[in-house]
């Protein structure tokens, strides 16, 4: 089984793990983005094309609508569940 390079980034919200040997670039994701926290890096794709990084790890809300858009499984997020407070 190969296993591929991968950014992570912790917010307070989620977990955001980007596999830029998988992107190709093509802007899914950022176009989706809600709360428009994910930007144009300098890290080239397996393309030659430039990924996206997270540029507001608190900004990001976990919604998950970049996973679901990509169209290589290039994007994961992992929602953190809240404190429960007493």
Do not use: N
């Amino acid at each position: 089984m190969r296993e591929y390079e991968v950014m992570t980034e912790k917010g307070s919200k989620a977990i955001f793990h980007l596999f830029p040997e998988l992107c190709k670039g093509c802007g899914l994701c950022k176009e989706k983005c809600p709360t428009g926290v994910l930007v144009w890096s300098d890290k080239l794709g397996v393309y030659g094309t430039p990924t996206v990084f997270l540029r507001d790890k608190e900004g990001c809300t976990g919604c998950g609508i970049c996973q679901i858009v990509c169209p290589d499984c290039a994007i994961r997020v992992e929602r953190l569940q809240r404190k429960k407070e007493h």
